[in-house]
Structures are given as structure tokens and as C-alpha cells.
């Protein structure tokens, strides 16, 4: 982990008082690469009396709870069983606002469902990773090294959870048993080969043995930021050059056009959303996480209303299906009425979802401290000397020069390793897992269709989304448009015509009243379109993590974020991050390794 960042683990988060005491006590310093790591673990059932203590500001808002409304939250009375301390009476207001405003934001569909959750605080330097489900699970499946755990001993510890707990210690540790004193319980019993006492009753983590070679990892991290070069300055490409930006790196980033997104970034806009049906499904956790690690950033980053906008999305009722009560759906509709100026239709609610205007966010991301984008700069190649990777342009020149690498250019990327001998003999060799993983990497295409949405006749409330998505009301130069659209096309032979053509035959099944409205704007030409090129892996999750097994060249990989990559892009960025700098992961290790690289 870098040189002045703290890593807490604390087995029973609670309330947050922990969280925010860290907070107050550890305010990062002016040094961009000082953060505080705070991993917190929640049983599913704790989460509505955590939830209690954050109340919205109105007993209106308490009784009808709005997963569209900015409510405001008022400070927790006692954020410790009654008895507050001077630490936490003395946190910033903004703290506990800012904590209340993201957890009601987990719980827009009810309890947030088991897997991790990370939240960024403080403009990305206070990162707060929730661990929702059984305490054993959560253990289990936790990558990190804290550098202090925060146990609960109130609650019973086996055996088995008492030794997880050795596995996420390094050597100086230390081990509070938070809870002991208040209620007179005893500390449970550890080994005294592996912790010692140390000051104030706490425990330091210090065998008497060395530790295996194994704790240390298996990727070579970096413990302080240095220069980066990012190829590509698509989806990708910008959010991981604002997340390592965040942790100190100077970062270039280099594109071959003369702006930002110009390839399957620079869609007029696109739907984030929770995918897969059961939890079964690693879809499920995946996209979930990523869905609110997401809206969390575009809240502090852009205009909501005016560059992206939440509320969720309506799902066509299948053959047979009735449509359910949902208060919260009902709720949604409302709020959300004002804004997109049409009458809600009749359809399952998804509360999971919002939509988004990809360049806005891109444009923020690489606006960055820390970030410079070079438009224009077309890598021929790259190569690599004297422990510097370099991206060269036709006649061999330097365009820039670091000792971190991330290639972040979808298909290019496969160009640019493919058959590169000079890479080979003089870096660590790429794995063979990474180079099945590019050849297997394949472009698909679609296409988004728009048109003007004011005064169109049986238009939804809110975005619809099935096979494909109908974006009902978004503001733009031209006024109100409406976009349909998706497509995972193997060419791209199709006429324009055709496209819009297969566009509105979407959204004949995802909204039937508005076919005729839609063909008539067809057939007088009032119709936009955008054309684009994806990259999909071969199982169509994003390849994410270094281009050889250990790591020990420097140069890594975010790739192939396919039909996805609005929703996985902060959450891979994020999981890169973390991995370069040995810190606590954004996943579960499972679903980690689901996105590695190196899975083949």
C-alpha cells in the first residue's frame, strides 16, 4: 500500500461511529497519495437499525421515501449505544451527512443485497468498502492487509473466523477488541505465538517465525505514485487515469483523435444499470456494485438532471405477467415526472438504474488534477528500456515515457503486444493467458437512434429497458430527445436506414404506443444516428489487471468493457487501482478473479 495511506478493518461497522471517528482522526493530509482505507464488515440483518440512525431531514420524507429525491439527512443523536464520544460529537456534520446520503442510496430497492460495496469519500482520498452478508463469508473473501482491526467482542468468535483474521494482518497489526470494556465481556483467547500485548490493551500482530513469501502477494504492487502513461481516452481510459490520479500519480493520457471518446465512448448517452436475475448469477454482485459505486461518483462529479439523472427503469411486462403493486415504483414515477415531462407507463419498476451522458463524465474525469490528455497522438508502437515503458509514434519517436503502463485502447491493444518480440526479449514476457485473452478479444457493433421527444404522444416517465433501452426525455442543444438503441452486431454492413429500422423494431416491443410516432419522425427525416464498435472478451466480462502473471513489468491492462462499460468502468478502474497499490479490493476475491486478465 502507498507510504502514508491507513488500512482499518472493522469486523462490526454498526453504526458507522468507527468510520467516522477514522474519518476525523485520519484526515488525509495535503500528500495525494495519503488516504484512509476503511474496510467495514454488516450482517444483512444490522442493515435497517444502521439505516435508523441516518433519518431523512422530514417526517414526510420518512413515511414515503423517495429513491429520486436529494433528501437531506440530519447528524445521528448517538452514534454509540448512547454515549458518544468527544470525537464523535466533535466530526464534521458534512461527515455524517455525507455517510446518511450514501447508505439511504444503497437502500433505494430495500437492503442492498449481500457483496461488497465501496464508497469514496473526500474527493476519493477516504474509501469505504461495506461488506454486507455473514461474517464468515465476508472474511473469507476480503484481499487486504491491515494495518488495524477493530473486532467485536460482543459478538461469539470460532475458531475459524478468529484465524481470518490472521490472514488479513501483517506484521505490526494491531488488534482492538472494541466492546470489552462497556459490557464487561471477555476478549476472546488468542495465540500468543502470533499477538502480542501492545499499549492500550490492544494486540500487535508479530509472529515468532518468519512470514512466508506468500502474504506479500502475487502481483508487484507500487508504494508510491510515479508517472503513468494511458493509451486511450475512451470510458476506460478516463477513469482510470482520475482513479490513479487520485491515489498521486501524474498521469498522461495520449489519443489518436483530436478529442476525447472517440470511439464506443462517445454514445449521446446510455443506461447504468443492475444486471442478472439471481444471486446465483456473478452478474448479480458485479453489476451491483458497480452500479452504486458508479451514481456515487456522478453525483459528486457531474449536474444531475442535466448529465445524468436516477429514478430507475420500466421493464416490459412478459406474456402472461401482471403488474405488481410497487409504492416505490409509484414514488419513482412522481418524482421523476417533472423532470422528463411524460406519463408513466405501466410496467415493472427497476430501481437500479439511471441514465448517463458518457462524454460529460470523461470530460470530468480527465479534468483532473494530476491528469494531462494529449489529443492527436496516434501510438504506433511501444516498446520498452531501461525500466521505462515508451508509446512511439510512426517514425519512432517518444510520445511519452513511464514506468506504468495501461492500455486502455479496446482492440488497438491487441495491435500493439500482438507479435511484438522487441517487448518480449526485453521486458518480463507477457503471460500466456494474457495473449489468449487479446486473441480472443472480438469488435462488436450497434447503433443509437434519436429524435425530438417534445410533445410525443404516449412517452414513458422513465427509460425503459429490455432487449435494448428507450431513453424517454433527455436535454440536449436540440431540445428534448429521445434515444433507442444497443445492437451486438459481427459487422457493421448495415445501411443507416436499416439501423434506424432495427432501433425502432426494439422499441416496438419495449413501448407499442409509440411505433407510429417513431416511424413518422423516420420517414421525415427527423432522426439522429450514432454508429459504434465495442470490445468484448470471450466471455463478455472486461479484462482488467497486469499483461504478465506477476505483474513485474508495469504494464496493465483495462479492456474489453463491452455493452457494459458504463457500468463497469468505475469498478474496474477501482480494482486495477487497488491491485497496483496493495490495497484492500473493491470485490469480493471470487468475483476479483472473474475480471482478471490472467483467468485463462
Not at 183 to 194: K, Q, W
Not at 330 to 358: E, I, M
Not at 530 to 557: F, I, K, T, Y
Request: charged share 15%; hydrophobic share 45%.
Amino acid at each position: 500500500m502507498a507510504v502514508g495511506a491507513t488500512c482499518i478493518l472493522d469486523t462490526a461497522f454498526g453504526t458507522g461511529a468507527g468510520f467516522l471517528r477514522a474519518w476525523q482522526a485520519c484526515v488525509p493530509t495535503q500528500q495525494p497519495s495519503a488516504q484512509l482505507h476503511y474496510v467495514g464488515l454488516m450482517e444483512v440483518d444490522q442493515w435497517e437499525s444502521t439505516l435508523s440512525f441516518f433519518l431523512p431531514a422530514t417526517h414526510e420524507e420518512m413515511a414515503n421515501p423517495s429513491p429520486t429525491a436529494a433528501a437531506s439527512y440530519t447528524a445521528p443523536a448517538n452514534l454509540n449505544a448512547g454515549r458518544p464520544t468527544k470525537a464523535e460529537r466533535d466530526a464534521p456534520t458534512r461527515h455524517v451527512l455525507a455517510l446518511g446520503q450514501a447508505l439511504h442510496a444503497l437502500a433505494a430497492a430495500g437492503p442492498p443485497a449481500p457483496g461488497f460495496y465501496r464508497l469514496l469519500f473526500d474527493q476519493g482520498r477516504v474509501l469505504l468498502t461495506l461488506c454486507i452478508g455473514p461474517r464468515d463469508a465476508s472474511l473469507a473473501q476480503l484481499a487486504m492487509k491491515a494495518d488495524q482491526i477493530v473486532a467485536d467482542a460482543k459478538q461469539a468468535w470460532t475458531a475459524n473466523q478468529l484465524h481470518k483474521l490472521k490472514a488479513v494482518a501483517r506484521r505490526g497489526t494491531t488488534l482492538v477488541w472494541a466492546g470489552s470494556s462497556e459490557t464487561g465481556c471477555a476478549s476472546p483467547a488468542l495465540d500468543d505465538s502470533l499477538w502480542k500485548p501492545h499499549k492500550d490493551g490492544a494486540l500487535v500482530f508479530d509472529p515468532t517465525w518468519a512470514l512466508r513469501n506468500s502474504r506479500a502477494g502475487t502481483v508487484r504492487t507500487f508504494e508510491k505514485p510515479g508517472r503513468c502513461t494511458v493509451i486511450g481516452s475512451g470510458i476506460s481510459g478516463a477513469l482510470v487515469a482520475r482513479t490513479l490520479a487520485l491515489r498521486g500519480w501524474q498521469v498522461t493520457v495520449l489519443e489518436q483523435q483530436g478529442h476525447a471518446a472517440g470511439g464506443a465512448s462517445g454514445l449521446p448517452a446510455g443506461l447504468v444499470s443492475a444486471s442478472g436475475s439471481s444471486p446465483a448469477d456473478p452478474l448479480f454482485a458485479l453489476s451491483r456494485s458497480a452500479y452504486h459505486l458508479t451514481r456515487h461518483a456522478l453525483q459528486t462529479m457531474l449536474a444531475q438532471g442535466e448529465d445524468w439523472d436516477e429514478g430507475g427503469a420500466l421493464r416490459p411486462l412478459s406474456p402472461g405477467e401482471r403488474q405488481g403493486k410497487n409504492p416505490k415504483a409509484n414514488a419513482a414515477s412522481v418524482q421523476s415526472a417533472p423532470r422528463l415531462a411524460g406519463a408513466s407507463a405501466p410496467s415493472p419498476w427497476q430501481a437500479l438504474a439511471l441514465w448517463l451522458k458518457p462524454k460529460a463524465w470523461i470530460q470530468a474525469c480527465l479534468s483532473s488534477p494530476g491528469v494531462s490528455l494529449r489529443p492527436n497522438m496516434a501510438v504506433h508502437s511501444i516498446g520498452y528500456a531501461a525500466g521505462q515503458w515508451q508509446a512511439l509514434d510512426v517514425r519512432g519517436q517518444v510520445l511519452a515515457q513511464s514506468e506504468l503502463m495501461v492500455l486502455c485502447n479496446a482492440m488497438d491493444a491487441a495491435r500493439l503486444l500482438g507479435g511484438n518480440s522487441e517487448i518480449q526479449a526485453q521486458a518480463h514476457p507477457l503471460s500466456p493467458a494474457a495473449w489468449r485473452a487479446l486473441a480472443q478479444m472480438h469488435p462488436v457493433y450497434g447503433s443509437i437512434s434519436s429524435g425530438p421527444a417534445a410533445g410525443l404522444p404516449h412517452r414513458p416517465a422513465l427509460p425503459v429497458q429490455g432487449q435494448g433501452h428507450f431513453l424517454p426525455a433527455l436535454p440536449s442543444a436540440q431540445g428534448l430527445q429521445w434515444l433507442t438503441g444497443a445492437g451486438f452486431e459481427s459487422d457493421d454492413s448495415a445501411t443507416d436506414a436499416a439501423c434506424h429500422q432495427t432501433n425502432l423494431s426494439r422499441v416496438a416491443h419495449l413501448v407499442p404506443g409509440l411505433t407510429a410516432s417513431l416511424q413518422a419522425q423516420f420517414q421525415s427525416g427527423q432522426l439522429g444516428l450514432w454508429r459504434g464498435q465495442r470490445c468484448v472478451s470471450h466471455d463478455r466480462l472486461p479484462l482488467v489487471g497486469p499483461a504478465s502473471s506477476g505483474g513485474e513489468n508495469g504494464l496493465w491492462m483495462c479492456l474489453a468493457l463491452g455493452a457494459r462499460g458504463l457500468t463497469f468502468a468505475a469498478l474496474c478502474a477501482e480494482l486495477l487501482a487497488a491491485r497496483l497499490m496493495d490495497e484492500p479490493l473493491p470485490l469480493p476475491k471470487r468475483l476479483a478473479r472473474l475480471l482478471d486478465v490472467q483467468r485463462l
